[in-house]
């Protein structure tokens, strides 16, 4: 799990950043705006926009750093104001559904084609690794997660990509535990189906 | 084998552990007897393991710097329209809008002061209690009793106040002056302490050669003032405050009392204004014969007067054609010598 190990040192570098500490508050951006701005991306599709509402984040967070109450976790409480702005951002934006990723073509070739197959087929286990070096088949994984609705898309991107936990999910998305089950439960299934229609 | 959403919940939770002791047995139980769904929760592990390997993006390597920026630009944006700043902002513009207001009607207030020094009557202490220069008071003065003796028809008559420190000096070299001119059956003079007095009525030409000739006197006057009588006898006359000889001898020779009048009108605006103006930038320009302010508001020049080596007066009478008349024209100039000291 990604995010066992991620609140360390949070809470110091938190109360030092309260007290006006910059170097700290950089040290929480340095080591959380590569998460961010993976997450915001796979939300959004778009780099232009990732960018921007990775830096709009962070200046929400030095900006809302003192009223932080530490009745959550910073972790969870950064990617709250992250998620929101994006689904925000999603909701207001057409671009979406037209972004950058699906530009590279939904027409798996050959071996792209294999390597999906591969992974929907309920006689083998796909080998991560394997996965990972198709840049092609990545493409279409990222396809497929637009094709969610952000609410199902996020939740997927938090569990499966980012690695939180359902409380943590719960927390970042204030909903219900059952809520984030069944969601959660949902998306998978309608990737697989995403993804199936793909080949086809 | 068709979806099947409870048990996609189930097995989802099974796969994140989110599962009970006893719930995660069931499940395995579930998954060893049924290959449907074995191979379904193949499906969903396979499909999750193909978005967990997704490559991680990373975010752009100026974005802290990207995010300073950003800071600066709220920070700026801020601070523009908070409620205070435009508190402060209409504040300061009311400021200026009084200070604008106060200027103007501070300029309007000394211009006011000029005209009306220009046309006010003179006060009781006479023109001397008027000049600018020189320490004396209008009680050193006393009360202008003196009167022309002859008020001439198209001529001048004025008051010509020179305050001294070389009060016997002056007083003796103006007697000497006013023989010389041929002027002495003309005046009528009465001394009285720290005042002299010379009432003299001639014609124009021999009263401008007088001026002229103290002109190299005019030195030794720490104040010298010269009022124009209107020849409406109600109306008030013109006062030229700090005037020069050139000034006086230039008001003498105009043809008529308006244009006597209405040079030293001229006159004692543009002094006024170098006494007021800051350094008195204007008075040097007052004070030279060439390139001066004279040239620019095209005002008479004085010229010495005289006659010159073939025995015809130098003077110069502004109207050529009727220079017979206007040298004939009686004048009336009285002299007050006032001990500065």
Known sequence: MRAASINIDDSVLVQQSQAGDTPSMERLILKYQHRIYNVILKMCG???????????????????????????????????????????????????????????????????????RDVLSDDRVADPAVLA??????????????????????????????????????????????????RLSRARSHLREVLENMLK | ????????????????????????????????????????????????????????????????????????????????????????????????????????????????????????PIPPGGVGSRVAQGPSSPAQLGPMTATPILVADAGFTGRLELRTAKLVQVDTFLGRTIENSGLSSRVESTVSGNQRVYRIAGTRASVNRLVASLSGLWQNFDSAALQVDRSEGSAAPVLVEAITPEQTASIVAQGST????????????????????????????????????????????PRETGPDNTGNPKSEIRNPKSKEAQDKALVNLTIVLLNSR
Not at chain 1, 66 to 72: A, L
Not at chain 2, 8 to 33: C, K, N, Y
Request: aromatic letters at 6%; charged letters at 20%; glycine letters at 4%.
């Open chain 1, 46 to 116: 778009n780099t232009d926009d990732a960018a921007e509402l990775t830096q709009e984040t962070f200046v929400k967070v030095i900006e809302s750093i003192e009223k932080f109450k530490g009745r959550s976790s910073f972790y969870t409480w950064l990617f709250r104001i992250a998620v929101n702005l994006t689904l925000n951002h999603c909701q207001r934006s057409a671009r979406t559904a037209t972004c950058s990723l699906d530009a590279e073509g939904t027409d798996p070739d050959g071996e792209t084609s294999q390597l999906l």
């Open chain 1, 133 to 182: 070096q198709s840049h092609e088949l990545c493409a279409l994984a990222k396809q497929a997660l637009l094709e969610l609705e952000e609410p199902q898309r996020a939740v997927v991107i938090l569990r499966d990509i980012e690695g939180m936990d359902y409380a943590q999910i719960a927390d970042v998305l204030n909903i219900e535990l059952g809520t984030v089950r069944s």
């Open chain 2, 1 to 120: 084998m068709k979806p099947n959403p409870n048990l996609d919940e189930l097995l989802s939770s099974f796969m994140d552990d989110q599962l009970s002791p006893r719930q995660r047995t069931e499940v395995q139980r579930l998954a060893a007897h049924d290959p449907q769904v074995a191979r379904r929760l193949r499906q969903l592990q396979n499909c999750r393991t193909l978005f967990n390997s997704l490559p991680a993006a990373k975010a752009p390597s100026d974005l802290l710097e990207q995010i300073k920026a950003s800071l600066e630009r709220h920070t700026l944006l801020q601070e523009q329209p908070t409620a205070g700043g435009r508190s402060f902002g209409a504040w300061q513009l009311a400021f200026r809008r009084f200070v604008s207001a106060a200027a103007v009607i501070a300029l309007v207030g000394v211009l006011g002061m000029v005209v009306y020094q220009i046309v006010s």
């Open chain 2, 258 to 301: 308006k244009a006597s009048l209405d040079t030293a009108a001229n006159y004692a605006i543009m002094n006024h204004m170098a006494k007021n103006m800051p350094g008195n930038e204007i008075r040097p320009l007052i004070q030279t014969d060439s390139g001066s302010l004279f040239a620019a508001a095209n005002l008479p020049q």
